[in-house]
């Protein structure tokens, strides 16, 4: 998390950070405190089956993903969930803590973002800085600069979701 940190402090962009006990799934999320700004958000590290394609996927918190559709959408076969080795290996993270800040830890760019409108409109998002014992704010932009500062890019679209 400190090289997380000092990283977003050399690149000037800002963002609050609020420490709190572990927490492992978006129901736990819920449970912290409610005045932390901006989008909740959750990020799902999946494989494309047909291809191999890694895909972050940035969605509210409370968004069932129709993956099926997704992979349809991303001419995918199917998307399975990263396990937790793959975790560690493209992001650096455990099960609980997936965030876009791992994108650090992909220099070859083999994981492709994507953000659901729903949570750009907020102009704010929520992300764990590494650890699920914290929540960092950014904005928009500072989210655009580290992305850049990565070298990856991001789409920004519909992301499915499941209605039943």
Known sequence: METLLKLLSDLSI????FDH????????????DAHIPGAHTKQLLMKGKRTGKMLLAIVMHDKR?????LAKEMDETSFSFASPE???????VTPGAVTPFGLMFDPSHRVQVMVDEDAWKIGQ????????????????????KFMKHTGHTFMLGTIPHKTA
């Not at 006990?21 to 912290?32: D, K, Y």
């Not at 993903?65 to 559709?69: Q, S």
């Not at 793959?86 to 650096?92: C, H, N, P, V």
Request: hydrophobic share 45%.
């Open 14 to 17: 800002p963002f609050d950070c």
């Open 21 to 32: 006990q572990a927490v492992f799934t978006c129901a736990e999320s819920e449970q912290i």
């Open 65 to 69: 993903v129709d993956t099926k559709a």
């Open 86 to 92: 793959l975790l560690k290996e493209l992001l650096g």
């Open 125 to 144: 998002f929520r992300f764990h800085p590494l650890v699920n014992t914290a929540t960092l704010v950014i904005d928009r932009e500072g989210f655009e």
